[in-house]
């Protein structure tokens, strides 16, 4: 029996792969192969195609603030202000939301105030304290229908107080 090549079996791999996404799962997916292999199995006496595949929901363009040294410090998704409405969010739920997010994580968050725009998006200035004992001022848009954060945009350096 002739054997396949190991990317005309990861093509294989992809192919298949992609059809049970598509039939599991809502929205645009793309698959792509990480690492593979094909090694001899005695037990079973053929060759085993191995392969790491990574599925990834495409997310459409957003756009990411990063510092001087080029780490993330905001972001703005557009896509998550879609289906806005308004809808009545505490302050403590908010704050959650926003704590959540890895740019916020582990860092002492105030929620100053919010504010609810026409859309129904609800507008937050946060004040973070940074890992240097610096506080930051951000604001922070967030979709109160799917409870995610469409932007966060860092506004500068408070006085110390």
């Known amino acids: 029996m002739k054997s396949i090549s190991n990317k005309k079996l990861n093509k294989l791999a992809i192919e298949f792969c992609s059809a049970k996404v598509e039939q599991a799962l809502k929205g645009d997916f793309l698959v792509d192969i990480d690492d593979s292999e094909v090694e001899w199995d005695p037990t079973f006496l053929r060759f085993i195609h191995e392969a790491n595949l990574g ?15 080029e780490n993330p410090i905001g972001f703005v998704n557009p896509l998550i202000e879609k289906g806005c409405e308004h809808k009545k969010i505490s302050g403590k739920k908010l704050l959650g939301i926003i704590y959540a997010n890895p740019i916020f994580t582990g860092k002492r968050v105030e929620l100053v105030k919010h504010v609810t725009e026409n859309n129904g998006a ?8 940074s890992d240097d004992g610096k506080k930051l001022r951000y604001q922070v848009k967030i979709n109160p229908v799917s409870e995610e954060i469409i932007s966060a945009k860092p506004l500068g350096e408070l006085e110390n107080e």
């Open 122 to 129: 609800m507008v937050c200035d946060v004040h973070v304290g």
């Open 55 to 69: 599925v990834w929901k495409k997310l459409g363009k957003f756009e990411f603030i990063v510092d001087g040294d």
